[in-house]
T-cell receptor
Framework: KQEVTQIPAALSVPEGENLVLNCSFT??????LQWFRQDPGKGLTSLLL?????REQTSGRLNASLDKSSGRSTLYIAASQPGDSATYLC????????????FGKGTHLIIQP | DGGITQSPKYLFRKEGQNVTLSCEQN?????MYWYRQDPGQGLRLIYY???????QKGDIAEGYSVSREKKESFPLTVTSAQKNPTAFYLC???????????FGQGTRLTVV
């Protein structure tokens, strides 16, 4: 059964720093990987989707990479801002019997002004 | 604006009651999903539907039921058989099974 782990569980950094969030998954046979942002009490906002054939995707200050063979993805946030404070979730789609996403527990990020 | 609308935002249920959570999308997506989120745990899949009039159980379907009579709508009923229903419920949709997922704003259900 696919399992997704996110490290660290929480992270607090000063404004302006570049940072990396990590995601690992146990079964490399995935179709895609998606990064989401969740603000307290809110739904999920899609940040980036990487298909299994892709190595990375970029959107503004965000860059996500995928190394399918090693079961790893990273989300790079450049020049962090207080507005980036949120929980970041990684999820993979593996297909198979239950056709939904498998989620990690998230990284709670605080950017200090 | 295209998106997913969940209602209500907050819902309170008495012991033994069934309650229904609404999820409507105007993205013209074929697939829709229900997830449950508990503190300290990742989102877990309850039910999903790839097409109208068809749906499949996810990892934690016991005590829940769904219907998919219209492409735009995928309501979730939390039955009295669900012993621990207090949670944050999220509805999502994708154009097809293997495409980008979009989520609603969630419904927080509390048993009183």
């Amino acid at each position: 059964k696919q399992e997704v782990t996110q490290i660290p569980a929480a992270l607090s950094v000063p404004e302006g720093e570049n940072l990396v969030l990590n995601c690992s998954f146990t079964d490399s046979a995935i179709y895609n990987l998606q990064w989401f942002r969740q603000d307290p009490g809110k739904g999920l906002t899609s940040l980036l989707l990487i298909q299994s054939s892709q190595r990375e995707q970029t959107s503004g200050r965000l860059n996500a990479s995928l190394d399918k063979s090693s079961g790893r993805s990273t989300l790079y946030i450049a020049a962090s801002q207080p507005g980036d404070s949120a929980t970041y979730l990684c999820a993979v789609y593996s297909g198979g019997g239950a056709d939904g996403l498998t989620f990690g527990k998230g990284t709670h990020l605080i950017i200090q002004p | 604006d295209g998106g997913i609308t969940q209602s209500p935002k907050y819902l309170f249920r008495k012991e033994g009651q069934n309650v229904t959570l609404s999820c409507e999308q105007n993205l013209n997506h074929d697939a829709m999903y229900w997830y449950r989120q508990d503190p300290g745990q990742g989102l877990r899949l309850i039910y999903y539907s790839q097409i109208v009039n068809d749906f499949q159980k996810g990892d934690i379907a016991e005590g829940y039921s769904v219907s998919r009579e219209k492409k735009e709508s995928f309501p979730l009923t939390v039955t009295s058989a669900q012993k621990n229903p207090t949670a944050f419920y999220l509805c999502a949709s994708t154009r097809e099974i293997n495409t980008e997922a979009f989520f609603g704003q969630g419904t927080r259900l509390t048993v009183v």
